[in-house]
């Protein structure tokens, strides 16, 4: 044992002397954080930059990467979708970052897309999403439907016994494939169209009196009912504050949110949503020293006693990490060499396991269910009993059910068929 | 399992009618290991610890129930002791002991262990206190807890309410308790219970008699049938008062965003982009204020009326001062000029307060709603936005009818030339006439802190709905802005349960379109000569 530990120091000590030669001779490695500061989503991205400098600051207090500081090079798109691909294109041509951490909403990711295919760059994506996609050059760090979604309703169907189910969401294409996912899941567990009742409305909607009644006779037909939510953003505050002065009581219908965090909530009173849940694969609230540890950074950082952390910066903490070691792995920045080490990379996450970045560049996550406390935290009332993988292309969606994902050689394909036996290319199949 | 909780409900009655003294308090060790018990049994056993909790007897177990019931109940985990939890902000929580009920002091989060409470409990632990409370003295108590019961009423409760229902004094209270009685009599198949629920328009209540309906016994199914239609008629007249109720509070929300346009707009001809971000600042200063008084957020938001004004009307003014008056009778430039103030004003916000939302605290009396009957209430909150829209407007006639100021304004704006002849100061006229536009922007924001998101986007997604509400009202007339911004919402709220939200803007926006092409002055256009200016 003691001399295992000379050992380690000597060559930690090696290592040091000769990491301190190669920073001399050697650039910094760049890490592009592509979030909005300004414009409506700088609501939900800026803390996710705050996050990542946090991170890139702990790195290099520790010395780095092989031996090498990290550069963080921040850019705004300023919430604007074909900014995003502007930025991207800055990042990775211009300032030829070696990875980029960014984006928030689907339609910013499918805007990045096409140039960080184009250009060889690798993107972490932290937030939940619709799925339907796998890119070579994006890893998912957030929640795919399977690992978000089906749970919650799993949750609802079983511990609960809903009968009927409201979907609403905003209108775009999360809430939408989301949705799409959730009627043939719901129908192929017997529940009839007329206990299916589907709502949008446009983001930043604030006007949710005839909604909300809506939903309170459909749920006064003597079936237990239960609305999945898929509201974006800060429609969410009018909605819920909406629920509450309408006297819907979680007991009676209560709400499952798939984007309500701790950020959200902070926003508002909570005290009437007490018991009303969301879906998520980290809360705050959970507890183990990883996540304390985690917390306690962040308050310092932030040197905001009431900073609340949420799911997508646990996601940039777990990419981060896991490119970090992807490149000590690999031994270099290099992005295919990145790509193919990253596979397989095991790190640890905030609520006491593992994640494992799968070969369909998704990860394993456990599935948390919470109940919203009067403090804007969440309880977690039931949790899946281990981690779930990623699945990049839904099993309940005509077109895409008999695809699969695996970028390991040789068939590295983002989607294979497994009917048909071939790789039907970059681009989507099942829209 | 239901009736296990009534009988546990039951014995806990008992025991509270028991002359003060009898009680038999059990030791504090006894104590600790039925909340030990409560802390590690799994939620399906939980029921069962409860029902151990209620029928010990002890006098505290009411206080440790309702504690659970709203999740205060905790352990700690150092010394294993039981305590509640005062106030869980932050890292370090209040707590006091559960068992002495003696404050313990700060405490760190992460040495509390909740104990575990989910819906399904919350709602049981609900129904047994709410059969506790059928027996205290006031009576508004009493109503609310038999309110609760409708559609929860099982075999040894019926029996329970049939003797309460002797001696209850309150008319309101027992009509309730007759209903939920009826409820339970008529899911039993008596024929007689119907006639109860016959007009009710409790949502249990129709759900017991469409299942009637549908019983097998014909004389029930009938009786049932009967009773439906007449709640249907009744429903269909409440659910019409409740869409034009929704009308009216979205059509205020969009008058009181669109008033102080239709001056700086109608009457002053200026194109204010930055309108919503003086609606913003008035929002913000509602937050700010809150923040001023910590606790009393009542005072701060009535304080935040002049001071939301006050706020906005010097802001419009600096706008008015530094851009708008070089930019006299250049629409386009204008329009261009303050859309860049817009955004500067809400970039400001953003780096100066913060990108996130601010959290503005709706005070005691205007939260929940006012309950016309079970199938009608109105929300409070846009109760008062409806008042304070009309308090606004009603006050904007007099300043311009009957003020000196408001005679200004109409001379300068029908003819500056001739006005400043007769010795009126136009610039004066125009800085309080934009001041007084953007401070009832900024009263806007005040009421819209109550019913939306304080966030530097707040402005802009009022912007478009208050030019529209202006120009279809007809520019110029605050009569037409009230009328225009009214009906807008009462169109929107019709068309939204059919057409969806989405589709019910983009109806409205066509049909705004299709009005202005007939009649491009609006509702109530201008005549005269100031028509013509």
């Known amino acids: 044992m003691t001399i295992k530990k000379h050992v380690k120091t000597g060559l930690s000590a090696l290592a040091l002397s000769i990491s301190l030669n190669a920073l001399a001779a050697e650039d910094p490695i760049k890490v592009g ?86 250009l060889n760059g690798l993107l972490f994506y932290p937030v939940q999403y619709e799925g339907e996609e796998s890119s070579e050059n994006v890893f998912y760090t957030g929640a795919a439907p399977n690992q978000q979604a089906i749970p919650a309703v799993d ?36 529940v009839a169209e007329e206990d299916i009742m589907i709502n949008y409305t446009p983001f930043g909607h604030s006007n949710w009196q005839s909604i909300v009644a809506d939903i309170k006779a459909f749920g006064s037909e003597g079936k237990k009912t239960a609305v999945v939510s898929t509201i974006n953003g800060d429609a969410n505050v009018p909605f819920y504050r909406e629920l509450g002065n309408q006297g819907i009581d979680a007991s009676d219908i209560p709400v499952v949110a798939f984007s309500v965090g701790e ?57 981060f990490n896991m490119w970090v070691d992807a490149v000590e792995k690999a031994g270099t920045a290099d992005v295919d060499a990145v790509k193919d080490a990253i596979i397989g990379v095991t790190v ?40 779930v993988a990623g699945d990049a292309w839904s099993d309940f969606l005509p077109g895409s059910m008999d695809l699969i994902s695996d970028w390991r050689k040789p068939l590295a394909c983002g989607n294979y068929n497994v009917v048909t036996h071939s790789c039907g290319g970059a681009e989507e199949p099942a829209e | 399992m239901s009736i296990l909780r009534l009988l546990t409900g039951l014995l806990l009655l008992l025991s509270l009618s028991l002359p003060a003294g009898v009680y038999a308090q059990s030791s504090d060790s006894e104590a600790s290991a039925l909340l030990q018990a409560l802390a590690d049994s799994s939620y399906a056993q ?67 262990d909740r104990i575990r409470i989910n819906n399904a409990l919350r709602k049981e632990l609900e129904g047994m206190l709410s059969v506790i409370d059928l027996t205290v003295d006031d009576a508004d108590t009493r109503l609310a807890a038999a309110r609760a019961l409708k559609g929860e009423v099982d075999a040894a409760l019926a029996e329970r309410i049939g003797t309460l229902l002797d001696t209850e004094a309150d008319d309101d209270v027992h009509d309730a308790l007759t209903e939920a009685l009826a409820i339970y009599q008529v899911a039993q198949g008596e024929v007689a219970a119907v006639a109860v629920l016959s007009g009710s328009l409790n949502p249990q209540a129709r759900v017991a008699l469409n299942n009637a309906a549908q019983s097998d016994n014909p004389e029930l199914a009938a009786a049932a049938a009967k009773a439906l239609e007449s709640i249907q008629t009744k429903l269909k007249i409440n659910s019409a008062a409740e869409t034009l109720y929704f009308g009216l509070s979205l059509g205020s929300v969009l008058v009181l965003a669109a008033i102080g346009l239709a001056i700086t707009f109608g009457v002053m001809g200026v194109i204010n982009m930055a309108h919503g971000e003086l609606i913003m600042l008035g929002a913000y200063t509602t937050w700010g204020m809150q923040q ?38 250049r629409p386009l430039e204008t329009l261009l000029a303050t859309f860049g ?22 005070p005691e009396w205007m939260s929940g709603s006012l309950m016309i009957n079970e199938a009608l209430s109105l929300t409070l909150n846009r109760l008062y936005v409806i008042g304070f829209a009309l308090v606004v407007f009603a006050g904007l006639m007099l300043i311009m009818r009957k003020t000196r100021l408001g005679l200004e304004v109409r001379a300068v704006t029908q003819n ?57 009202g007809g520019v110029g007339n605050l009569w037409g802005t009230l009328v225009a911004g009214l009906s807008l919402g009462t169109i929107n709220q019709i068309l939204e349960p059919w057409a969806g939200a989405v589709l019910a803007k983009i109806v409205v926006l066509v049909f705004i379109i299709l009005f202005i092409q007939k009649r491009p002055r609006g509702l109530f256009p201008q005549k005269g000569r100031a028509a013509e200016g």
């Open chain 1, 348 to 387: 640890p996450n905030l609520t006491g396991g593992y994640a494992t970045m799968m070969p369909n560049h998704h990860i394993t996550k456990p599935v948390l269910i919470g109940e919203i406390q009067d403090n804007g935290q969440f309880e977690v009332v039931w949790e899946t009993p281990s981690t």
């Open chain 2, 292 to 329: 001023l008084f910590p606790g009393q957020p009542g005072l701060a938001l009535i304080l935040s009326i002049p001071a939301g004004f006050l706020v906005a009307a010097l802001a419009g003014i600096a706008i008015e001062r530094t851009v708008i008056q070089h930019l006299k009778g």
């Open chain 2, 46 to 112: 939980k029921q069962q610890v409860i029902s151990d909790i209620v029928s010990s007897g002890d006098e505290r177990a009411r206080t440790w129930l309702e504690a659970y019931a709203d999740g205060k109940l905790a352990q700690t985990k150092d010394t294993g002791a039981f305590v509640f939890v005062l106030s869980n902000r932050g890292r370090d929580w209040t707590v006091a002991d559960a068992l002495s009920g003696d404050t313990i002091g700060e405490m760190s989060r992460r040495n509390i």
């Open chain 1, 33 to 118: 954080i592509l979030h909005s500061l300004s414009g409506t989503m700088a609501i939900s991205e800026s803390t996710l930059k705050d996050t990542l400098l946090m991170l890139i600051e702990k790195q290099n207090a520790e010395g780095g990467v092989l031996g090498r500081q990290l550069e963080p090079v921040v850019v705004d798109p300023a919430s604007n979708w074909p900014l995003f691909a502007e930025k991207a294109r800055e990042l990775l041509a211009k300032e030829e970052v070696d990875v980029i951490f960014g984006n928030w909403t689907s339609v910013s990711r499918k805007s990045v897309l096409p140039v960080v295919e184009e």
């Open chain 2, 341 to 362: 103030v817009s955004l500067i004003l809400q970039q400001l916000v953003r780096t100066v307060i913060s990108p996130l939302n601010r959290s503005v605290v709706t």
């Open chain 2, 416 to 472: 500056r030339a001739m006005a400043r002849s007769m010795g009126i100061k136009a610039t004066r006229v125009d800085i309080l006439t934009f001041g007084l536009g953007s401070g009832v922007a900024g009263l806007a924001g005040v009421a819209l802190s109550q019913i939306t998101n304080v966030g530097p986007n707040l402005g802009q997604s009022y912007i478009i709905d208050s030019f529209m509400v202006v120009v279809f």
């Open chain 1, 263 to 319: 950020q959200e909530l902070s926003g508002i009173d909570t005290a009437p949503l007490v018991g009303h849940l969301a879906a998520w694969n980290y809360f705050m609230s959970v507890e183990g020293d990883a996540n304390y540890e985690f917390i306690d950074a962040w308050v310092d950082y932030t040197g905001n006693e009431e900073a609340v952390t949420n799911d997508p910066m646990e996601a940039h903490f777990i990419g």
């Open chain 1, 155 to 190: 949750y609802l169907m079983n511990e609960i016994g809903v009968e009927r189910w409201v979907l609403a969401g905003t209108d775009y294409v999360y809430p939408r494939t989301t949705n799409k996912i959730l009627e043939t899941y719901l129908k192929s567990h017997g």
